[in-house]
């Protein structure tokens, strides 16, 4: 029960650090355009590994969608650690996560899937981790959903696409 308590409170102190770093950051410079999927490829198989090796299961999209997106580094890493510390905390084991992508004309989605412990409803949450992932995707000018339906939360970052006309054209050109 003691190690419970020390856990709980080393992650409520990562996330009051992590939110005064956030919070302390008036503005960040976002990186030159980027594909997608290099931004994400390295960031998703770290956490896919990780979250495996903790006895969960995923199901990964391996459909890369298309486009540019401009983000700051660190944060895509703090997003990433965010993500996997709430999927530990919150996450039924026994059911599969699913990771998706999607992209459209005006921004590319990245989303995950689980459904909640039963034990979850009994771990009090913050909400600072949120928070923080909330704050660091308006910095790079885009947006976080959550999405509780019955058992099942869903988290999805949305990132404007860096070149919107291109792909556009890209698409009208493909039919």
Not at 6 to 25: C, D, P, W
Not at 57 to 85: C, F, H, Q
Request: overall charge negative; aromatic content about 8%.
């Amino acid at each position: 029960r003691i190690d419970g308590k020390i856990s709980q409170i080393k992650q409520l102190a990562e996330n009051i650090f992590e939110y005064s770093l956030v919070r302390g950051e008036p503005q960040v410079t976002l990186e030159a355009s980027e594909a997608f999927r290099e931004i994400f490829h390295d960031p998703l198989s770290e956490m896919a590994g990780y979250l495996e090796g903790q006895g969960f299961r995923l199901k990964l999209e391996t459909d890369w969608p298309e486009g540019n997106i401009r983000v700051y580094a660190p944060y895509i890493k703090r997003l990433m650690d965010n993500i996997a510390s709430n999927l530990l905390k919150y996450a039924n084991p026994s059911q599969t996560i699913s990771v998706a992508m999607a992209a459209d004309e005006r921004e590319i989605c990245f989303s995950v899937a689980n459904a909640v412990s039963p034990q979850a409803s009994s771990q009090r949450s913050s909400g600072i981790g949120l928070s923080n992932m909330r704050a660091m995707m308006e910095k790079m000018k885009g947006k976080l959903e959550t999405v509780q339906n019955g058992e099942v939360f869903q988290v999805t970052l949305r990132f404007p696409l860096a070149d919107v006309r291109t792909v556009y054209m890209k698409h009208a050109e493909n039919g």
